[in-house]
């Protein structure tokens, strides 16, 4: 199952990576969010690794999260596995100015258990729901990162 989004950031793609790279912020971020992280490997660069512990559907989950491939400024690519469930987030970032970028996100969610094969099966009952989740957090993102990058 795949989600793919793309929204236009009005900053130079050399920034826009620089940011989505800022792994110290990120942490922070998604520590506000309410997820335990910890790094277990360090980087910069690809290997650098992290252990996430979230609450989903009523449950604690832990999910392994490893930068895999990682071409500056134009390639982040993102494996993570959750019980039976890998997941793969892709970010393309393309130049269209040199004020302007365009950043592509995919997430492709493979199931490797039963257990996860149900949890797929369930999101894609509801999948229209959670494209239009996943298109309005990554354009609040994009708003955000935008704004902080206007006043830098």
Same mark, same amino acid.
């Given at each position: 199952?795949? *989600?793919?989004?793309?929204?236009?950031? =009005? =900053?130079?793609?050399?920034?826009?990576? &620089?940011?989505?790279?800022?792994?110290?912020?990120?942490?922070?971020?998604?520590?506000?969010?309410?997820? !335990? %992280?910890?790094?277990? &490997?360090?980087?910069?660069?690809?290997?650098?690794?992290?252990? =996430?512990?979230?609450? *989903?559907?009523?449950?604690?989950?832990?999910?392994?999260?490893? %930068?895999?491939? &990682?071409? =500056?400024?134009?390639?982040?690519?993102?494996?993570?596995?959750?019980?039976?469930?890998?997941?793969?987030?892709?970010?393309? *970032?393309?130049?269209?100015?040199r004020s302007r970028t365009r950043v592509t996100m995919t997430a492709d969610l493979k199931p490797q258990t039963l257990s996860?094969?149900?949890?797929?099966?369930?999101?894609?009952? &509801?999948?229209?729901?959670?494209?239009?989740? *996943?298109?309005?957090?990554?354009?609040?993102? !994009?708003?955000?990162?935008?704004d902080r990058l206007s006043r830098a």
């Amino acid at each position: 199952m795949e *989600f793919t989004t793309k929204e236009d950031i =009005a =900053a130079p793609v050399e920034q826009v990576y &620089a940011e989505l790279t800022d792994y110290e912020r990120l942490e922070r971020q998604i520590m506000r969010r309410g997820v !335990a %992280l910890r790094r277990v &490997a360090e980087g910069p660069g690809v290997g650098m690794a992290w252990q =996430a512990t979230f609450g *989903f559907r009523g449950k604690e989950r832990e999910a392994r999260i490893t %930068l895999v491939e &990682a071409q =500056a400024p134009d390639l982040l690519v993102y494996d993570s596995l959750s019980g039976g469930l890998e997941m793969r987030t892709r970010l393309e *970032f393309v130049a269209l100015s040199r004020s302007r970028t365009r950043v592509t996100m995919t997430a492709d969610l493979k199931p490797q258990t039963l257990s996860a094969r149900l949890l797929v099966q369930s999101l894609k009952l &509801a999948r229209g729901n959670l494209e239009k989740r *996943f298109r309005v957090r990554m354009a609040d993102y !994009a708003k955000q990162l935008e704004d902080r990058l206007s006043r830098a």
